[in-house]
């Protein structure tokens, strides 16, 4: 049988990449050629700088992040509309990168946060503080863990988060420490787009039909008493801010507080209270149930295959 021209093998063919040459598996999404997250910026601790609490440090920001992507990343295929779909995936992707950055810091400044895996284990010292962490481990606030609820709870959340996110990011621009510096460079445009997306959305639905009023503000009353928490501050946050490498939370309060002002004025909504007393428990290791049914899914396949490679 005699094959047709266009049975022959295309050199062009889109599929062609997905062919393993010589063992290089580096187009894979997922896998084991994934370079160092770090390669290339300077992980020198700075002089002075205790090493313990610039990871602890890190590894709250990193949690932040890695745990509000989660969440967000439950929206797949169950957004209102595709366009919203994708642009929850999108957010939920900027903040996976920012919680593998910090979380790879924290490894880099202290080895002993990251918990005991076999000597040859294959797992990167970002996933196994990702994945080998029970909640307690967790150092993450509460805002971030909570349900989704429905989109307008999910779009409060996001807003609030994303301020107090992005005015956290531009204050760690200037930080003594080069990775927290660069990751905080890159952040500051993921979270401004962050911000502004869910505050067009919040005030869209605040404004619109009686029923996405009724649901914004049923979103309120869920995510604002989390609210005062943002700016509770631990030791280590004190510490880091006087060593010029991170921020105190109860610094960001006035910057916070304008820009939810002018947001939720125009939604027509009450603002949080931002001067509540509040305890840092998320921060902690004090967690709400919610956390251990987020990680149990997320976690679920490293812990099935500790050392497994794809």
């Not at 649901?215 to 943002?230: F, K, T």
């Not at 880091?240 to 610094?251: C, E, I, L, N, Q």
Request: proline fraction near 7%; charge should be negative.
């Amino acid at each position: 049988m005699t094959r047709s021209p266009a049975a022959e093998p295309n050199e062009e063919s889109v599929y062609a990449g997905l062919v393993d040459v010589d063992g290089d598996t580096s187009q894979w999404a997922f896998g084991t050629g994934f370079d160092d997250p770090l390669a290339g910026v300077d992980t020198t601790v700075p002089e002075g700088v205790d090493r313990a609490d610039l990871a602890a440090y890190c590894q709250m920001l990193g949690d932040d992040a890695l745990v509000l992507a989660q969440r967000l990343a439950e929206w797949c295929s169950r957004a209102p509309e595709l366009e919203e779909d994708v642009a929850l995936a999108n957010v939920s992707l900027d903040l996976l990168g920012q919680g593998r950055l910090l979380l790879a810091r924290a490894a880099a400044a202290d080895p002993e946060a990251v918990p005991p895996l076999p000597p040859d284990s294959p797992v990167p010292a970002e996933d196994a503080l990702a994945f080998f962490r029970d909640p307690g481990g967790f150092r993450n606030v509460a805002l971030a863990e909570i349900p989704n609820g429905d989109f307008a709870q999910s779009t409060l959340r996001l807003m609030l988060f994303s301020v107090w996110r992005l005015a956290l990011l531009e204050e760690l621009r200037g930080s003594a420490d080069p990775v927290l510096a660069a990751v905080a460079g890159k952040g500051v445009a993921e979270a401004t787009y962050h911000r502004d997306y869910a505050a067009r959305w919040t005030v869209t639905l605040a404004q619109g039909t009686a029923e996405s009023r009724r649901r914004i503000e049923a979103g309120a009353q869920a995510v604002w008493p989390h609210a005062a928490e943002l700016f509770a501050v631990l030791p280590v946050e004190r510490r880091m801010a006087d060593a010029g490498v991170g921020v105190a939370p109860d610094a960001l309060r006035p910057a916070c507080a304008a820009v939810l002002e002018e947001v939720l004025g125009a939604a027509d909504l009450p603002c949080p209270g931002l001067d509540a007393d509040a305890a840092a428990r998320g921060r902690a290791g004090e967690h709400t149930p919610a956390l251990s049914e987020l990680l149990a899914d997320m976690q679920s396949l490293a812990r099935e295959h500790p050392r497994g490679t794809w």
